[in-house]
């Protein structure tokens, strides 16, 4: 099946669709990593900034820069309070545009799977720290269908339709991604995992917020008849549990990895 391209044109459309989540895996992930304050950090595929906020609040850097090459989601993290204290630049992943071990850490957010080349990408942000810094990422574990969208794509193939393929989908894997951290050359790798549920109002809040339409899924069913669309609602509100006051929620599933940059940095 071919890969969905997804274009991240709409800050407000990709908050509704996927902060709550990124912001609970988030917390954890800068937890697991248990940084130093005042440290220098580079937040790599930065979106609207809401993972770039929780670095600001929970790590107390000293710098914190952000960048993303989406114009649209660059000006949306700019418009917002955290801008006052954050470097908001468009920039691509695989040009980043600082020397060498200018930063102490370099983070990547729900990112990686998107770039086209991986392996270019994750070579500039090693380029970028410092010797002995740290390297650190987390992607959805779509593979094993545990994406914050899996209640969507399982009602699609309950009606007979294949849900789009995640681009990158392949490389979200623990070993697939510590393969490409260990041929970037980076060292001691760590691997977890990390399990997070979010809570919607109701099943019109999860229904609306997982198919935005820049979203491939939302794409692949705003395509679809109404009858058959009428069908797939009824399937997905009968696979995620709903709570005695009528909300609804479920897990989603990251992998993250941290490393460090060789003291040899080239």
Not at 10 to 23: C, H, K, L, P
Not at 137 to 157: C, E, K, M, N, T
Not at 231 to 241: D, G, Q
């Amino acid at each position: 099946m071919t890969e969905a391209k997804v274009i991240f044109n709409d800050g407000a459309a990709y908050e509704r669709f996927m902060v709550r989540w990124s912001r609970s895996v988030g917390r954890i992930f800068l937890d697991w990593l248990a940084t130093p304050r005042d440290r220098h950090w580079l937040d790599v595929g930065c979106g609207t900034g809401a993972f770039t906020e929780l670095v600001f609040n929970t790590c107390s850097p000293a710098r914190l820069v952000a960048v993303d090459p989406a114009i649209d989601q660059i000006e949306y993290a700019r418009r917002q309070p955290i801008a006052q204290n954050v470097e908001f630049r468009a920039a691509n992943a695989t040009e980043l545009p600082f020397p060498d071990g200018h930063f102490h850490i370099v983070t990547s957010a729900l990112v990686i799977n998107f770039i086209s080349d991986r392996p270019r990408a994750l070579q500039e942000m090693r380029r970028v720290v410092r010797p002995g810094g740290l390297v650190a990422l987390y992607v959805w574990d779509v593979v094993a269908g545990l994406g914050p969208s899996w209640p969507i794509a399982q009602g699609l193939r309950s009606v007979g339709i294949s849900p789009p393929q995640m681009p990158g989908g392949h490389d979200c894997t623990l070993e697939a991604l510590h393969s490409l951290f260990e041929q970037t050359g980076l060292q001691s790798t760590e691997v977890r995992q990390i399990e997070v549920e979010s809570t919607y109002r109701d099943f019109d809040e999860l229904w609306t917020s997982q198919t935005q339409a820049f979203s491939p899924m939302g794409r692949c069913i705003a395509a679809l008849s109404e009858a058959d669309r009428v069908r797939l609602r009824a399937t997905v509100a009968a696979i995620v549990p709903v709570m005695p006051n009528g909300s609804m929620k479920y897990t989603a599933r990251a992998n993250a990895l941290k490393a460090q940059v060789p003291r040899e940095h080239l």
